[in-house]
């Protein structure tokens, strides 16, 4: 009987997959039977379990044996119970892109089955819908029905529905294959520890589901349901790449329920009166910042979007390699420049990006991470490397993730030399800039008197003078300035603006104040511009003629000598010109220096005069009268200046020193009895009686501890003929 209901009526065609399966579909079978017949109890008992939960439960090896041939709807592997996994019909296939949390939310949404049974059914009672992959995924697809693209294939679901792809994709190949096949077959107990993801960014409202508003509203005219896609949700991802718009994250009343069916959602779909959908990115985003969001969520839909996200080509090495053709190779030996990349992603990403990111930069921290990113173990294929600090790392050569996959790695787009800091036209500004408009009816109003113009804005005359100078609005000289400062001094200073003579010089030489020179500029607006290309160019001159007279006054020297002789040349022009330095530089020399090497340090006289170090400070320690202090190994290992012999290189280097400090150091038990009979001894120099408070307070020691020696105690007080206080209870 069990097995005509488990077998009949199913059928495995990929729309009845789309159907779920009723109430009703489970009682009609049961209508069509003989009512005279009555079922035995456990058979009884166990259709009402059928007809109530809509799903029918598993079945232990007692009553379906795998190899019985009228059971075709139960797998052989078994679940943590020693039953055998039943095979579910009704189970929706994922669409293209679809998290594999979407899709168990579905199947859990139109289900008619107890909800938490599934999930055990699954593997996925315990699981989490936000972590990267749950751990018993082959219990899952053995799960499904025959004919279903997941059944027995949880590879397919690795690579197509979760973010195993996007994590590896930087990896070595073969580290990445290995880890692949680790994590599938359920041999990782943490895959997200595997994967180098702390635990911590779980508990982030922010890593809650996301979705795209218009995502979800093309999928229900298309589909009829809300989908989940992985693309969307790394946390450092904020915008979808289709509709250039700010994502938003699932109701917050997932992460606070205590069952587990109420955190698995589908795509902005709760059961709460007043759904909390935030938005991840808020109203006042800059458009730098936009661009940056922007362009990271369209590399992770290039990579997840590629049939082959994890390829065979290597590369974070061909990231290297393009970082070095890029110049930020350093000049001093191998390895990148990490001043010279933090640099350079603090000029392609804006810091309140890097900020809401958590990575820092070059202006705030020391935390030079770029070094860590590409360091020799990721190359080789030892550790697994940062997704999100390989893509900040990738947009300093390319714009596109696509062209790293190539065998050879692209030549880079050519570098933009960057504005001096001091003439730069972007400078951030705390303030809202005054609109032009706004200013050219108040100047009209006021005759052209700047003060009078300022006041009837409610700013400063600086404010209004600055934003004059921004919006390029030509305000003539008054005649009151230009008397007092004369026709030949007012064309002096513009020949010199226009040579790109510092300000600061043109005030002492021509003895003007810097609102005169600022009223000039604003006579002549296009004088701004001149004047500040013509100093950069002045400046570039300047440093590129000190290298040039250091490669002729002394040719044979290396490049860092002119960094000492010239820091100011040289870091202008690392930091503005860095194409004509690398092109001027000497070449750098690589190897060991003639006569320069070190020589290698014989270590077995160290290691014999460290472990005779450390006999003599044991023995200084126990034939000391003040209060002892406990021999441990690191602490004789501190003293002796070997504490390096702790580590894997140093065990080999300092064999006698470490058997030499385990044999001195002091388990809790010998300190404790040192400790007691230094207290006794005092006791006995000032002929006092033994008393559990004074011992309690000589030797630091609970009443407790005391009793749990009280033979020893008895012992050394009866050498030292000492006697106890009648309350004392540690008395014989």
């Known amino acids: 009987m069990i097995a005509w209901l488990l077998t009949g009526g199913v059928s ?34 166990r259709s009402n379990d059928v007809r109530r939960s809509g799903v029918a439960r598993p079945y232990s090896s007692r009553h379906l044996p795998a190899n019985k041939p009228g059971v075709l709807f139960c797998s052989d592997i078994r679940n943590s119970n020693g039953e055998y996994n039943m095979n ?80 590896l994709h930087f ?54 349901f809300p989908v989940l896609y992985r693309q969307h949700q790394p946390l450092f991802v904020t915008m979808c790449a289709v509709h250039a718009r700010p994502l938003r994250s699932n109701c917050l009343c997932g992460q606070a329920a205590r069952q587990a069916v109420s955190r698995w959602q589908m795509a902005g779909h709760c059961r709460c009166s007043e759904p909390s959908t935030p938005s991840l990115l808020g109203a006042d985003l800059d458009t730098k910042s936009e661009e940056c969001w922007l362009w990271l969520s369209q590399q992770v839909t290039t ?100 062209s790293l996959w190539s065998l050879v790695a692209p030549d880079p787009a050519q570098k933009r030399d960057r504005v001096p800091p001091g003439y730069r036209t972007d400078l951030d500004l705390k303030r809202k800039r005054i609109e032009k408009e706004a200013i050219k009816s108040a100047l009209d109003a006021a005759d052209g008197k700047l003060t009078v113009a300022a006041k009837r804005l409610g700013v400063s005359f600086c404010t209004i003078a600055a934003d004059l100078r921004h919006h390029r609005i030509h305000l003539p000289l008054s005649r009151a300035t230009s008397k007092r400062l004369g026709a030949k001094r007012i064309a002096a200073i513009r020949d010199a603006l226009k040579h790109g003579t510092p300000k600061s010089k043109l005030r002492l030489q021509y003895d003007v104040s810097a609102w005169s020179i600022l009223l000039i500029e604003l ?156 207290a006794l001894n005092e006791l006995a120099t000032e002929r006092k009686a033994i008393s559990m408070t004074q011992l309690c307070q000589l030797t630091n020691l609970k009443s407790s501890q005391l009793v749990e020696h009280r033979d020893y105690i008895v012992e050394v007080a009866t050498d030292l003929e000492l006697v106890f206080d009648a309350r004392c209870k540690l008395a014989p």
């Open 12 to 45: 495995t065609k990929r729309a009845e997959f789309e159907s779920s399966w009723t109430r009703s579909s489970i009682r009609r079978p049961w209508k069509s039977m003989n009512r005279s017949i009555s079922p035995r109890p456990a058979e009884r008992r």
């Open 171 to 224: 990896a070595h190949p073969k580290r990445g294959s290995a880890a692949l096949r680790n994590v599938v077959s359920g041999g990782s107990g943490n895959p997200s520890a595997s994967l180098g993801i702390s635990a911590t960014v779980f508990r982030d409202f922010r890593h809650m589901a996301r979705f795209c508003p218009d995502c979800v509203a093309h999928d229900l005219k298309t589909f009829g």
């Open 523 to 678: 006579d002549q607006p296009e004088l701004r511009d001149v004047h500040r290309e013509a100093s950069v160019t002045r400046q570039r001159e300047k440093h590129r003629n000190a290298l040039l007279s250091f490669l002729r006054a002394d040719p044979g020297k290396p490049r860092y000598e002119f960094a000492k002789r010239h820091a100011g040349s040289y870091f202008w022009l690392r930091k503005y010109d860095r194409a004509w330095l690398q092109s001027h530089l000497p070449a750098p020399r690589w190897g060991h220096r003639k006569g320069k090497r070190k020589v290698v340090r014989d270590r077995h006289p160290l290691d014999q005069t460290a472990s005779e170090a450390v006999r003599q400070i044991a023995r200084q320690e126990l034939e000391r009268s003040e209060r002892p202090k406990r021999l441990t190994r690191t602490r004789l290992l501190t003293a002796v200046g070997a504490l390096s012999a702790l580590s894997e290189r140093g065990r080999d280097r300092y064999a006698s020193t470490i058997a030499e400090a385990e044999r001195h150091a002091e388990t809790t038990g010998q300190f404790m009895r040192r400790t007691i009979r230094w």
């Open 303 to 402: 990579i997840l979007e590629n049939p082959n996200p994890m390829p065979k080509v290597h590369i974070a090495a061909n990231l290297l390699t393009a970082l070095e053709r890029g110049g930020f190779a350093s000049l001093r030996g191998g390895g990148l420049c990490q001043n010279a990349i933090s640099e350079a992603i603090l000029d392609r990403f804006s810091e309140p990006v890097l900020r809401q990111l958590g990575i820092g930069h070059g202006r705030n921290t020391h935390d030079h991470w770029a070094g860590r990113a590409l360091s020799r173990g990721v190359i080789e294929g030892r550790r697994i490397p940062s997704l999100l600090r390989m893509l900040l790392l990738t947009r300093l050569v390319t714009n596109d993730i696509s």
């Open 88 to 167: 579910l019909p009704g189970f929706p296939v994922a669409q293209r892109g679809e998290m594999l949390a979407s899709v168990v939310a579905r199947y859990l949404e139109r289900s008619a089955g107890a909800k938490l049974r599934l999930l055990k059914l699954f593997g996925l009672y315990l699981a989490s819908p936000c972590s990267v992959i749950p751990r018993h995924l082959r219990q899952l697809a053995s799960t499904l029905p025959p004919g279903h693209p997941w059944e027995g294939a949880p590879e397919v679901i690795a690579k197509g529905h979760t973010l195993l792809p996007l994590l």
